[in-house]
Each structure stands twice: as C-alpha cells, then as structure tokens.
C-alpha cells in the first residue's frame, strides 16, 4: 500500500547528446582521486552513454604536492581504460588532457609545453578553493603568449567569486573561457555554487560544461542537472564549445 505513495522518477525528455562530448571527468583508473579501479571507469562509462554522450575527455589532476601526473602516467592511465572499454564492447570514444592545479609548477610546465590539452589547444585549470590568486591574470596572459587557450574549470565552486558576477565577467574578457559543472546547477556544491552557476547561465559566460565525473553520485547528480531550466537553456539556447570537441 505505502508503494502507492512513493515519489515517481522524473524522466528528463532530452540527454547530452545534442553536444555529444563531455570535457571534464576522472575516469581513468587509479590516478587520482576519481575511479580508483577500471571497474569503477567502465561502470561510470555506461553511465555517459546512458546520458547521451559519445566521446569523453577524461581530465587527471595534476597538482605539485599531491596528484603529481605526468602526460606519460596519464597517457598510460589511458591505455588502460581504451583497452577495457574495448572488451566490455563500451562504445565510447575516450582522450586524455588534464585539470591543472594553479601552484608554483604550472608556470614552467606551461613555459616548457609540458602539459596536455583538448581541442584547439585548450588548457583546463582549477584554482585553490580557499585563498583567491593573486597570480590569475598573469597565468591567463601567459598560457595565452604561450600559444594555448586557457580554460578555468569550475568557477562557480570558488567562495571569493560568490559576491558578484563581475569577477567572473573580468576573467572571461581577459581571454579565459569558462567550464561550468554540470551539477552545480542541482545544488549538489550548495547554495552558494548553484546561485553563481545559474547567474553564469544568465549572463551567456559558459564557454564549456563538463561533469566533473569521479563517482557514481555525480553521475546520478548528472542526471539530475537535465531536469533543470539552466541545463535546458544551455543545451537549447547557447552555442557551447563541447560541439566542437
């Protein structure tokens, strides 16, 4: 009887295949804090397709103090997950770039092209969540001297960019594209994330969206994020670069 009163799952009437790729997740295998067994990427990838998507760039931490990657363990990480997808018959076409950690190395890996990138020469970076950089524009101007187009992953998780949009307005017109977590706009990061996500949806400065792929939560919370006015805005109405992946 009390069956009778359990809340129906809402099923969204479109998925992410109108933009086909995703551009941020931590799929491969046991390389950073994302699926620590192949076990864990294959089931995260049937996950990707049951949502629409086609091809993924899986994205490794690279931080100087703690996931300290390199394009040869990434690219090795990669073998791994191609060859699995393999036998399990996952149709799911997968590359590998990287999200790079803003510290004291980023320079010199940036200097000396020591990084990995996506598309049309695009490097994905993440900021400190607790102190805001005072280095930001200078980094920008200098990945973009350096011949690559800088793409700041997540802004709407930063606390110090909560206050106004026009932080993150400043950082787009100095040359930066934007990466929005698909599921911030649940409010699966809090309040705090979810009001600056929609208000990047409102102010057209998503220039990419990625998921943000670690566990099987996010992909749940994925699916979720189709259920919102800001996902239907972004996958109807904005020209996002993902396309073009």
Not at 31 to 48: P, R
Not at 151 to 173: D, G, M
Not at 206 to 233: P, Q, R, Y
Request: glycine residues 6%; proline residues 3%.
């Amino acid at each position: 009887m009390f069956g009778l009163f359990k809340k129906k799952k809402v099923i969204p009437d479109f998925n992410f295949s109108t933009i086909g790729t995703d551009m941020h997740s931590h799929i491969i295998p046991s390389i950073d804090d994302g699926a620590q067994s192949l076990k864990d990427s294959l089931l995260l990838a049937e996950q990707f397709k049951s949502l629409g998507f086609n091809k993924l760039i899986a994205t490794p931490h690279v931080m100087a103090d703690y996931f300290r990657n390199t394009p040869d363990t990434i690219n090795r990480g990669l073998e791994v997950l191609q060859k699995g997808l393999e036998e399990a018959k996952i149709d799911l076409k997968v590359e590998a770039a990287a999200e790079y950690y803003l510290d004291e190395t980023l320079e010199k890996k940036v200097k000396q092209k020591q990084v990995l990138t996506f598309g049309a020469q695009y490097i994905l970076f993440e900021l400190s969540y607790i102190n805001e950089p005072q280095n930001l524009f200078e980094i920008i101007k200098l990945i973009m001297d350096t011949g690559y187009t800088p793409v700041l992953a997540h802004p709407e998780r930063y606390p110090y960019y909560y206050s106004s949009i026009e932080n993150l307005h400043k950082i787009k017109e100095s040359g930066c594209l934007l990466q929005l977590n698909s599921i911030a706009l649940t409010g699966y990061y809090g309040s705090g994330a979810k009001k600056v996500a929609d208000e990047m949806v409102e102010h057209h400065l998503v220039d990419f969206i990625g998921s943000d792929m670690h566990h099987l939560k996010h992909a749940a919370a994925l699916e979720n994020s189709l259920l919102t006015s800001g996902m239907s805005t972004l996958l109807t109405q904005h020209q996002l670069l993902n396309k073009k992946l």
